[in-house]
Each structure stands twice: as structure tokens, then as C-alpha cells.
């Protein structure tokens, strides 16, 4: 009776292991692709912009590798992958947009792609971090990765603004590419409600950006603890049960 008992205890164990297809992301691109972030945004980026506009190639190649990490860092499901190469590919051909007689539409292309190249790496991220499971170190990667794609996505949005009205803020020259180390300076200082007072808003629709990028900020940041802090419960309590049920 007793070996009976153990036996029967088995399927419990296989019940606190999280289903393979639960997991798409690739942890080492996903590791590499925060570390890429970190360094174009944190490093390269101020580089570039007290070197002079004529290094911002520089930029371009990191917006490239992080496009090409993000291609492979997901396995299902096969339509979103897809979509990422595309833009991936979107993004490889319009890095080299002073090279094409149009530079003003290539600069537009650029910054539009790279918006939405940013929302489907978010959005895919997101359906992992949001699911049912253990806090883990490649969630909290995860939700920084967001964090992080929410201010490059303003960023190329407030660059692609000051192209279409160039009065928009204050303290900034005109002209796509020029300025996009200042403007993730900008997102980010908005993004955190940090607000040094350097460059202003002037347009209505330059200060309707600011105030919902600083929204989003502390609202996301709000949802995410609230996230974390329920999904360990959670999972401390099913281990719990499962532990007092053998």
C-alpha cells in the first residue's frame, strides 16, 4: 500500500512544471537584447550626441542588432515573428537613409518603422510577463525591456514631431536624425516626470505627447509592482498546496 501512495504522487510534481509552450522567449537573446538597450540608450546614445550628428550611424547599427537579436529571440507563434523580420528588415534598409536621394522621406520611414518595430517587440514581451507564473529574472528583464521600448517608442514619435512641426519644442533644431539623442533624453526625463525644464512642449500636440508618455510612466510602473507582487503569491500559494497535497 505504502509504494502504491508514492506512485501515485508522481502527477502532482508534474503539475509545478510550467508547460514548454508557456515560455517563447529565447532567455539568451532576451538578455542580450536589455543589454543592447541599455548600452544604445545609456552609453552610445550621449556619445553620439557630444560627438556630432555625423556619428549618429552609430546608433543606427545598435537599432540594427537590437532588430536582429529581437528576430530570434522568439519561437511561436510563427505570424508575429514573421512580422518582426519584416520590420527588422524595414529598419536594416532605412539605417542608410543618407545614402537615399529622398532623405527627408527616408528619415519619416525610419522613425514610423522603428515606432512600430518597438510596439511588436512590446507587445510580444508583454503576453509573457503578464502570464500566469513565477517571478522569475527573465520577467523582471521582460518588464524592463518595456519600460524601456515605452520611452524609444516616444522618443521616435517626439523626433518624427519636430520634423512635421519644427517649432514644437523649445530649444530644438529641425531635422529628423539630428536630434534623436536629444529627444531620448526628452522621453526620458518625461517617461520618469523628472521634467528638468531644458526643452519644453510648445505645441498642443508636442504637450498632448508629454502628458500621456508621463501617464503611461508611473501608471505602468503602478500596474507592474501590483503584477509582480500577485503573481509571486500566487505562485507561492500553488506550491504550497501542491507541497501539502503529497
Not at 79 to 91: G, L, N, P, S, Y
Not at 219 to 231: E, K, P, Q, S
Request: proline share 4%.
Amino acid at each position: 500500500m505504502a509504494v502504491t501512495k508514492l506512485t501515485s504522487s508522481k502527477p502532482h510534481i508534474k503539475l509545478a512544471r510550467e508547460p514548454e509552450h508557456t515560455t517563447p522567449l529565447r532567455e539568451r537573446y532576451f538578455s542580450i537584447l536589455l543589454g543592447l538597450q541599455i548600452v544604445t540608450l545609456f552609453v552610445i546614445s550621449p556619445v553620439v550626441g557630444n560627438l556630432g550628428t555625423q556619428y549618429n550611424w552609430i546608433i543606427d547599427v545598435f537599432l540594427i542588432l537590437m532588430a536582429c537579436v529581437s528576430v530570434f529571440a522568439f519561437r511561436n507563434p510563427l505570424e508575429r515573428k514573421v512580422t518582426i523580420f519584416i520590420f527588422a528588415i524595414c529598419i536594416t534598409g532605412l539605417a542608410f537613409s543618407p545614402f537615399i536621394a529622398d532623405y527627408k522621406l527616408s528619415a519619416i520611414l525610419f522613425t514610423l518603422s522603428g515606432v512600430i518595430f518597438c510596439g511588436i517587440v512590446s507587445w510580444t514581451v508583454g503576453e509573457k510577463l503578464f502570464a500566469e507564473g513565477p517571478v522569475t529574472l527573465h520577467r523582471i528583464e521582460g518588464a524592463i525591456v518595456i519600460y524601456l521600448n515605452i520611452a524609444i517608442t516616444f522618443a521616435g514619435i517626439d523626433n518624427l514631431l519636430v520634423y512635421l512641426l519644427p517649432n514644437a519644442y523649445s530649444n530644438i533644431s529641425s531635422g529628423v536624425k539630428d536630434n534623436i539623442s536629444t529627444m531620448i533624453y526628452f522621453s526620458f526625463t518625461t517617461l520618469t516626470t523628472t521634467g528638468y525644464g531644458d526643452i519644453v512642449p510648445l505645441h498642443p500636440y508636442a504637450r498632448s505627447l508629454a502628458s500621456l508618455e508621463s501617464v503611461i510612466g508611473q501608471f505602468y510602473l503602478a500596474t507592474l509592482i501590483a503584477l509582480l507582487v500577485g503573481l509571486h503569491v500566487s505562485h507561492r500559494n500553488k506550491v504550497h498546496s501542491l507541497k501539502q497535497s503529497d
